[in-house]
């Protein structure tokens, strides 16, 4: 085994790989760009190594300087994670030229797996089910649409060295595939710096399930199961499980054995995932494969109780296999939900800035429920314009899959993070609706159960006055943390009284306390009994209504408390009674009118303005494209108007909300 291990790569992923590589003894060695100097990955490991500029050409996608790094701290090895130089055979045949080891599978796998054409016929090759499509590079928009009507609507339109979504368009008309090819062609070449692009046929109903493979040296490939990526938003994952809720063990073995016969026939090692489209009667088709180690990976370690990042490293080092096929696990499940600095009620647009707090539930391995959190992000980190949205990987594992969705509610609940918008109350949102917690997933899932985008959820009767309760009780300790003996402003009676105000609903309550446990009367008689530890100052309320426990992010308010609660984000009021009675007629300040403007919706730089001063727009029209986080977004008309001024230019950064454009009525 290599004594040194350099991770060519930033953020999670590169601290998963430090926890791992320090476990069994290898140095460290980080590297980071000008953006980086003060990340979670920099500090944890033994030695870190400035590399270049905040852009990701300028450092992480730079193959001299990671070799010059490797050069400069004796490196050994180097462990590419995902992204970035992962799936780039020019990386691994640059480090064999240098005589260091690569953490990964050959370079000639790579190269035919990684172009999404190539690898498609080699895998009818092998025997592996293919979807219909054109394999042939495509030259122009009007050659696409010629494509896809001979394929036929619906297509999905492909980036060949695509990957994490980028450069993927699904068209259903010509005018989708005129446009989707010069979209999916202009990301193709911004991210990964090849626009060649491909068309297959878009299954309808389709279930993305993958092949967990691992390899060694020694020509022996397992299959680790497989793992269920049906809930995407843009083709990016975003809820991950494994097992699969839909497959039986006859399709799970049929596409396990498939994936193998696929790796063998290009001499493939180390930890690699084999991609199916799934259709409602389990047929299966190749996706593509991906030679590296995935994203959600965390969900097939927790039901193998493998590490996979150890198998990487043993592999590399010419190390067999330590398992055959018929001793690997499949206990229990596993869920993952990736948290984005993404705004989910302004369309999941990416978001920047600083985490002014960050305090994720704690990790708990040792017993059922199990709680992981794969994170490289912390308290007062920055998250920029420069890399992947992603903040953290909140992973959860029990003996069944209700038991593991009920274990990722309560660690979504405890999610403390502010500072950038973020999808956590969508994720807790997905996680309490029936059709996930059924299992009746598609790739359409996001589409089809919020076809309106995210706006919130409306919590049930219950969980409202629960809350309710919870607020009234927050708000007595804070009035009462003063006063040991005497009595506060406004608490003279024997049991005080107070109003709660949640949107249109009101509870009223006479309060009796009794160290943690407080009794609730309503006007009807009824009590509640609220047992609640929550002191000004905390951040997390935890407590148990009538035996119901809840975990509510709590926050201080004028009048009140802001309460996140599975994914519910709402103000709760808490008042005397007579001022309470006051609040109908009290006047609302209306939002002010933005119709007249085209605003900036993500921090992001203007690629392209398609209107001039003068230009009357109509609905539906292209007006400009923004790109934040290496995607694309295509910002069109609402309604038919004249363009009065363009505010900006191409090339201009710009920040949430600026005016791009103003509009006139005609």
């Known amino acids: 085994m290599f004594q040194s291990l350099l991770i060519a790569n ?21 590297v980071y760009s000008d953006a980086d100097a003060h990340a979670l990955h920099v500090r944890m490991a033994d030695e870190a190594v400035h590399i270049g500029g905040s852009a990701a050409r300028d450092s992480y996608l730079s193959i001299e300087r990671i070799v010059a790094a490797c050069r400069a701290t004796g490196a050994e090895a180097v462990h590419p994670g995902y992204g970035f130089l992962s799936e780039n055979a020019a990386f691994p045949a640059a480090l064999e030229k240098a005589g260091i080891i690569f953490v990964g599978p050959p370079a000639g796998a790579i190269e035919a797996m990684g172009d999404k054409i190539t690898s498609k016929k080699l895998a009818a090759e092998a025997g592996v089910s293919t979807v219909p499509g054109h394999m042939g590079l495509i030259a122009d928009a009007d050659e696409a649409v010629t494509i896809a009507n001979l394929i036929g609507y619906p297509v999905m339109i492909k980036a060949s060295a695509g990957g994490g979504g980028k450069g993927m368009r699904i068209a259903w008309t010509d005018a989708e595939a005129r446009e989707g090819f010069e979209r999916s062609k202009s990301e193709a070449a911004s991210s990964f710096g090849d626009d060649r692009i491909f068309i297959e046929k878009f299954v309808t109903e389709p279930r993305h399930i993958e092949i967990q493979l691992i390899g060694d040296q020694h020509g022996n490939v397992l299959y680790l199961n497989e793992r269920e990526c049906s809930i995407q938003r843009r083709n990016q994952k975003v809820i991950e499980e494994a097992p699969s809720p839909f497959l039986d063990a006859r399709t799970r073995a049929a596409m396990g054995e498939q994936a193998v016969a696929l790796a063998r026939a290009v001499g493939y090692t180390s930890a690699g995932t084999v991609e199916f489209i799934v259709d409602k009667d389990r047929n299966f088709y190749f996706l593509e494969m991906n030679t590296r180690l995935q994203v959600e990976h965390p969900v097939t370690e927790l ?157 049930d009767a219950e969980s409202q006055s629960h809350l309710a309760a919870l607020a009234c009780c927050s708000a007595y300790a804070l009035e009462t943390r003063a006063f040991s003996n005497g009595t506060p402003l406004g608490m003279h009676h024997s049991e005080p009284r107070r109003a709660v105000l949640i949107g249109k609903r009101r509870w009223d309550f006479a309060i009796h306390a009794d160290g943690i446990e407080y009794w609730l009367t309503a006007p009807d008689g009824s009590k509640h009994l609220v047992e609640s530890g929550w002191k000004p100052g905390m951040s997390l309320c935890i407590g148990r209504v009538d035996g119901e426990v809840r975990h509510v992010r709590l926050d201080r308010v004028t009048g009140g408390f802001r309460m996140r609660y599975r994914g519910a984000d709402l103000v709760a009021r808490v008042l005397l009674p007579h001022v309470a009675d006051l609040m109908p007629v009290m006047p609302v300040k209306l939002p002010p009118d933005l119709s007249k403007f085209l605003l900036c919706p993500m921090p992001g730089q203007v690629v392209r303005i398609d209107v001039k001063d003068g230009d009357i727009v ?43 454009l103003e509009f006139e009525a005609i």
């Open 303 to 459: 039901i193998t109780g493998l590490d996979l990042v150890e198998l990487m490293l043993r592999s590399a080092a010419g190390e067999k296999l330590p398992l055959a096929q018929a001793e690997v696990r499949l206990d229990g499940w596993a869920i993952e939900s990736r948290i984005y600095a993404e705004d989910p009620y302004r369309n999941f647009l990416p978001s920047t800035g600083r985490l002014t707090r960050y305090h994720p539930p704690a990790e708990n391995l040792a017993q059922a429920p199990f709680v992981r959190n794969d994170t490289g992000v912390q308290e007062g980190g920055e998250i920029s314009t420069f890399y992947d949205p992603m903040i953290a990987k909140l992973c959860t594992w029990a003996p069944t899959r209700l038991e593991a969705i009920d274990a990722m509610q309560v660690a979504l609940d405890e999610f403390e993070l502010e500072g950038v918008g973020n999808n956590v109350p969508f994720l807790a949102t997905v996680m309490g609706q029936a059709r996930f917690r059924e299992g009746r997933l598609t790739t359409g899932y996001i589409a089809e159960e919020f076809p309106n985008g995210f706006n919130g959820v409306e919590l």
């Open 618 to 660: 109509e609905d539906g029209q292209t007006l400009a494209i923004v790109e934040a986080m290496k995607m694309e977004n295509v910002l069109k008309a609402e309604k038919r108007a004249r363009v009065s001024k363009v505010r900006v230019k191409p090339g201009a950064v710009l920040a949430v909300d600026e005016v791009i």
């Open 10 to 30: 930033r953020g999670e992923i590169a601290c998963r790989i430090i926890r791992t590589a320090r476990r069994m003894g290898i140095r460290t060695i980080a």
